[in-house]
């Protein structure tokens, strides 16, 4: 995995434990979409934690997010 944006995100709890903005949600995948509020760094993951999250570029959470 790539490593994150900022010293904020590159903490696991930061990142997966109610400390980001939730910016999307997809029905079609189950997922969410998962923004650091310090650098913008966005991550993938199922809302059951944690253990699937990827990182993900803004062109490709447009796409898959497009609400």
């Not at 189950?30 to 913008?40: I, Q």
């Not at 966005?42 to 609400?67: K, Q, V, W, Y």
């Amino acid at each position: 995995m790539a490593e994150r944006g900022c010293e904020y995100c590159v903490d696991d709890h930061n990142m997966f434990f109610g400390h980001v903005v939730q910016i999307g949600s997809s029905e079609a995948s189950g997922k969410l979409l998962l923004k650091c509020p310090g650098c913008g760094w966005l991550d993938e993951m199922s809302p059951r934690g944690p253990n699937n999250a990827t990182p993900i570029s803004a062109a490709d959470a447009a796409t898959r997010f497009p609400d």
